[in-house]
């Protein structure tokens, strides 16, 4: 299994509780397990982060052994895992971000969503980032629950950020920034966004931003109107908060989410570094966003894309550039070789959708496994390669001293951990057992 994210380990839980005799190495390129559940989703919202527990549960059966520090196309190629394995599942999520396409992207101050989750959120790769929050307005392009996630976290408090795992320099950062607005903007309707209503009531609720929609923002046209009488629930209560909050007026806290629907930036403009960014009007036909010619600058001193995370693909190891996945049918790619997670379906869904989706694919593989179709495996041990290169693996016990280590130093100032974030910490940590 290469990826210790959701995906990986539900597959390896389906794996482990099947009723033939297997043995699960769990591949992680970091020194720490759990995937975007330590490093993506929000530090405040610890309940969510709590189905790590279930996780440990997996990682506590005979037959489990996780090997952290381990990347694969760096210290171990796709060819030796398949000869050291019957079967390789890759679970190695989408690790970059969608690009806009759009002049300006690459200006000092535009960021991908995915650059600044992972600074908030200790990955080791991400500190050295300097995000420059000084600025009166910051745009955030997408209406998905990342863009809400990021949306929220510019916005809270010291109080709400005191008890979170967020990292020191992002706390600091974002309680010293001098962002007033925080603009949100969505290339379609209030009908079409993708965010989930808890997210959308959570901006309600915020102790130092009010939300702000303009009503004009929501006026439906016929077809939004049809679809959203024949939409889930989910969305109708998205809705039913977004109405709530047009009649809303803003009660002066220190800074403002608004929400903007129908307009998709054209240009990110600037002298060196982001200045403004351009908008122009869209109209929905046929459920699409079709851009009108009424354009309009807005200034703002940073920017956070937030359009979608994109499958990178691994040396040796089909992949499909257009979808970012690895190409398969219901997981399987070839008997032996397999796919969970979002590299496997791309990346949408919650965290328990992978479970679903986890168990397909090791539903396939164990077929193939009865069936006699699996390639016979060569000579060797993972662990002998590694020791030849000199690659110092963080096995599970490393992983539990690092998770020791975080929470004694959040234990004091009521926080869940204060999370370790370079690879030097992390290593020294999982070392002290
Ligand atoms: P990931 O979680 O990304 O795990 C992939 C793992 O593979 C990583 O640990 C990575 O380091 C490792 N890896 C990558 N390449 C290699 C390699 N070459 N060798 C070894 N290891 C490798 N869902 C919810 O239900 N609730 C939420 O609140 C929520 N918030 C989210 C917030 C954000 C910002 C994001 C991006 C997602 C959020 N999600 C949330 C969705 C959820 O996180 C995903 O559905 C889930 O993490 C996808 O699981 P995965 O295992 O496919 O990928």
Redesign the pocket.
Known sequence: M????????YAASALLTSDLPVEVDL????PT?????R????PD?PN?KA?SRAFEKTAAQPGFRFFGN?????DVTHDELRRLYDAVVY?????TDRQLGIPGEELPGSWA??EF?AWYNGHPDFQELEFDLSHERAVVIGNG??AL?VARMLALTPEELAPTDTTDAAIAAINEAGIREILVVGRRGPVQAAWTPV?VGELGELGGADIVVDPAQLELDAASTAELEAAPPTVKRNVEHLREYATRTPTGKPRQIVLRFLASPVAILGDGKVEAIELVRNELVDGRAVATDERETIPCGIVFRSVG?RG?G?PGVPFDERAGTIPNEGGRVAPGLYA?????RG????????KKDATETVGLLLEDARAGKLPSRGDGTLESLLAERGTEAVMYGGWEAIDRAEKAAGEPHGRPRIKLCSWDALLAAARDR
Not at 27 to 30: A, F, G, Q, S, V
Not at 70 to 74: D, H, L, P, S
């Open positions: 290469v990826g210790s994210g959701p995906a990986g380990f591949l992680e390129r970091l397990p759990w995937g975007l559940v490093l993506g989703v929000a919202h969510i189905v381990v990347e694969v196309g760096r679970s190695v999520g989408a690790q969503a995915t989750v629950n990342v996630d997210e995370y990178v691994l969970a997670g979002w590299i496997k990346p949408s869904g919650v965290i328990g959708t992978n």
